[in-house]
């Protein structure tokens, strides 16, 4: 089941609101975590099982290691966790990548595999090993109630596209939280920007992009080129934080605090900043779990470029099983690399906005990467780009007469400027101010929310970015 | 308002906006068509276990609930009203085209030149074996292009129609292009519709009359008789905006006389004109009862002439301005009409011999054009 869905917000979330509210504080937890299993089953009813296997295997392997605390049998069932999730997420992410490599590579005919992808199997995958860890190097209590672990896993808000929650972030919560006038409030305001953002500005910009990217790339100039792919990392950032955003209001209204996923990524100076801006629960997964454990920064600058290689094109292949994102992997390696060795220092002497263009440029050449997906077109998209194919037609001022107003929009959204001006409105004291604010707060995410609903219901193009993460 | 009452307040509101709709939506009942989509609305999906765990019951359970739910065409209102708001020239494959013309939209690269290929060598055959005159009518986009939004791409129907023009050689084929192109300034196509009116079928006629070298039947441009000013054909239902309504009218010289229409070889009439359909959404049917697989048409004229018309909807409007020139008209449509078409074709002609025609508009050539 997805957020924007007449299922979701007509049938899933009224019952399952009404149900968790009304039940007693011991027995939210069942209600959530029922309801969760539902809400899993829905689109995946087979893989919840896998889902489930995954909940009590590092379960059962958070348990061993506190058992074995102190003696050095405790790596056995943090190995075991590792090992499991890391082979589940290759048997049902990567095999066929794999088999098709080897295929083309030594000419084989190995069959392939052809299962689909789990949803959300790369979020709850980390989330839950990100828990063994925890527990082995002591950061986290172990957790004995099957149920509250079985929580942390299933919670629908997060479970199909993140963010991706560390247990200690949440694991307080888990057990106990209070229901919050103030956090309900504020969540539902959040998920309602948060679907506008997905429906409204994702769905109707992704349109665009979906218009360019069909056409033959030798054909298309370069301003259509330009146009479709800004149009796409509207897209994926609009849909992306959109998700993260309602993932995070829903958190809220049900009592937990979930980490902030992205801050205005656009806006970033430089490519290191971009990352620290751009899902920045995934960038401190592997921060945390692979960079600073492979020595990060502490062993000299070879062995640290090594490390960003590394953990990049882990980061790339985690977007999608193809030779796509490994090299839109590597192609933010580099440029975090040359940002390492001097070009950091270069943009720093720059004015702001030098940075801010070189970062959009190649996170846009990235997005080439990231969307096109085979060598050829990749290629002549970029060709494209580069103007090969005529600076300006016709056809490139009818696509910007059409989306020239929802490209503004977006441009204004994906900065901090809308939130600053309604910041400055709420500290002014004076009495029109704090009436245009207390309205503001309660009529922009309802009319959002009604254009949303409007745009689900119509519902033309409304795509699930993420079925190969 | 305490903030304690300011955070009551905002809740309240949201959930009452989920809870309303929710609920109005359980006791609505469910639809089979919808008449704005011009569309059959996905039904309840019959459960079943298999179903369940392919996955295909919980989508078809929320395509169905999507289709239903409730208010579901002032929604589509309302993305419709935004997508205006924020200047799109084109919705829903209609373009927004100046003077208020709807005009539908067909993309360059929805078709290819194989599919250009395919439909003339079915066309060959008519031609070689019944000399069949070829009439291929550009639809509106090629016509009225100084119409279109600035830069709106559209398939452009020139190729196909020189490659026809080709294949058919001057004797027989029919230049509606020029024709209509000559008039483009005249309303020669509906507004809200994708056929051509009566009067653009008047264009097509003469310049049927020029390729065949018939003498003209005078009719009267000025006295043509408007029968319904109400009419919102299928290019306002794909928008569904408040839009302002075409008139159907038609050459009152076509209603004279006794006429015997014999509908799919089981229903007559005395009338090429059925007003019944004035009445509903698809008033183009007025025109020779909307579609049928075999239309057989006795005029009222004793000219011992037949003519055989292979057609889509175009040719509805512009039949009844061939009755002068000939007694008995075939009528088929083909992608109603399931048997063998040259047996059907042997079975109508008289010792005489008959006229044939081909009649399409270039989309629906390109798409339908097929026969056994």
């Keep these: ?469 | 308002m305490s903030n304690k009452n300011n955070a009551i307040f905002t809740i309240a509101v949201l959930a009452s906006v989920i809870l309303i709709f929710t609920v109005a939506d359980l006791f609505r009942g469910d639809r089979i068509f919808s008449e704005t989509e011009n569309r059959l609305l996905a039904q309840r999906p019959e459960f079943s276990a298999e179903e369940l765990l392919s996955g295909s019951y919980t989508s078809d359970y929320e395509k169905y609930v999507t289709d239903q739910f409730v208010g579901r065409d002032k929604w589509i209102y309302v993305k419709t009203k935004t997508d205006v708001l924020l200047q799109k020239k084109e919705i829903n494959g209609v373009y927004l085209g100046e003077d208020g013309y709807l005009i539908e939209q067909h993309l360059p690269q929805d078709y290819t030149d194989g599919q250009v290929d395919k439909r003339l060598a079915l066309l060959e055959p008519l031609i070689e074996e019944w000399d069949a005159a070829v009439m291929l009518v550009p639809t509106a986009d090629n016509i009225l292009t100084n119409k279109l939004p600035a830069n709106a791409p559209y398939y452009d129907e020139r190729e196909l129609l020189e490659r026809a023009a080709q294949l058919a050689g001057e004797d027989r084929y029919v230049d509606v292009y020029a024709a209509l192109r000559e008039h483009r300034g005249e309303e020669i196509y509906y507004r809200t519709d994708h056929h051509w009116t009566s009067l653009g079928a008047y264009y097509g006629y003469q310049a049927w009359l020029e390729t065949t070298g018939m003498r003209p039947y005078p009719y009267d441009v000025e006295n043509m008789r408007t029968v319904d000013r109400e009419f919102l054909g299928t290019l306002q239902s794909k928008i569904n905006l408040n839009w302002k309504p075409d008139s159907i009218r038609y050459f009152p010289e076509t209603a004279k006389g006794p006429i015997k229409v014999t509908y799919d070889l089981q229903r007559e009439t005395d009338t090429i004109y059925e007003e019944d359909y004035l009445n509903t959404k698809n008033k183009y049917g007025f025109f020779l009862d909307d579609n049928h697989a075999f239309v057989e048409i006795d005029t009222p004229y004793r000219l011992d002439k037949t003519l055989f018309v292979l057609k889509d909807s175009y040719a509805n409007s512009f039949i009844p301005l061939m009755m002068p020139h000939y007694q008995k008209i075939y009528v088929v449509d083909l992608r109603y009409y399931n048997g063998k078409l040259f047996d059907l074709m042997e079975q109508c002609e008289p010792e005489k011999g008959m006229d044939v025609l081909v009649l399409y508009n270039c989309i629906h050539f390109l798409e339908d054009f097929d026969y056994r």
């Excluded at chain 1, 969760?36 to 909940?55: D, K, N, Q, R």
């Excluded at chain 1, 993140?162 to 504020?186: C, F, M, N, W």
């Excluded at chain 1, 309602?246 to 049900?254: D, K, Q, R």
Aim: hydrophobic share 50%.
């Design chain 1, 1 to 469: 089941m997805v957020f924007s869905s007449v299922i979701f917000l007509f049938r899933f979330l009224p019952i399952f609101l009404i149900c968790y509210f009304a039940a007693p504080r011991r027995m939210k937890n069942i209600v959530l975590f029922l309801g969760s299993l539902f809400f899993y089953a829905w689109g995946e009813p087979i893989y919840i099982l896998l889902m489930l296997f995954s909940t009590v295997v590092d379960y059962v392997n958070g348990r061993l290691i506190e058992r074995c605390r102190g003696s050095r049998r405790a790596v056995i069932p943090l190995a075991a966790s590792v090992v499991i999730n890391v082979a589940v997420l290759c048997l049902f992410k990567y095999s066929d990548f794999l088999i098709g490599t080897v295929n083309d590579l030594a000419g084989t005919s190995l069959p392939l595999l052809q299962l689909p992808l789990p949803i959300g199997i790369s979020f709850y995958t980390f989330q839950t090993m990100s828990y063994t860890i925890d527990v082995y190097r002591g950061d986290a209590k172990v957790q004995k109630n099957i149920l509250d672990f079985g929580v942390y896993v299933s919670m629908f808000p997060q479970l199909i596209a993140g963010p991706i929650v560390k247990y200690r972030d949440v694991s307080e919560q888990l057990h106990d939280r209070p229901v919050d006038l103030y956090a309900v409030s504020h969540g539902a305001g959040r998920f309602c920007i948060g679907l506008a953002k997905k429906v409204l500005l994702a769905n109707s910009i992704g349109m665009l992009w979906t218009d360019v990217s069909g056409r033959n790339y030798q054909e298309i100039s370069m301003l259509t080129a330009w146009l479709g792919i800004i149009a796409f990392a509207f897209q994926i950032y609009f849909d992306f934080s959109g998700y993260s955003d309602m993932a995070i209001g829903l958190g809220e209204i049900l009592g937990f605090h979930f980490p902030e996923n992205f801050r205005y990524p656009y806006i970033s100076a430089s490519v290191t900043e971009f990352w620290r801006r751009w899902h920045i629960s995934l960038g401190s997964w592997f921060r945390e779990y692979v960079y600073i454990p492979l020595g990060g920064n502490r062993k000299g600058l070879p062995r640290q470029l090594v490390n960003i290689l590394l953990v990049w094109m882990l980061t790339g292949i985690w977007h999608g099983a193809g030779w796509n994102f490994l090299f839109w992997g590597l192609w933010f390696a580099f440029l975090l690399v040359l940002e390492k060795l001097f070009l950091g220092k270069v943009l720093s002497w720059l004015p702001r906005i030098a940075g801010i263009l070189y970062t959009l440029v190649t996170v846009l050449i990235g997005w080439v990467l990231f969307a096109v997906e085979t060598p050829s077109g990749i290629l002549g998209y970029i060709r494209a780009m580069a103007g090969v194919g005529g600076l300006i037609d016709g056809n490139a001022l009818y696509l910007a007469g059409e989306y020239y107003i929802l490209l503004l929009i977006a441009l204004a959204a994906s900065t901090p400027i809308p939130r600053m001006l309604a910041e400055r409105l709420q500290q002014k004291k004076t009495s029109p101010c704090i009436a245009v604010c207390r309205l503001g707060e309660k009529v922009i995410p309802a009319a959002l929310l009604v254009l949303a609903i409007a745009g689900i219901v119509e519902g033309s193009y409304n795509p699930f970015l993420y079925f190969r993460f």
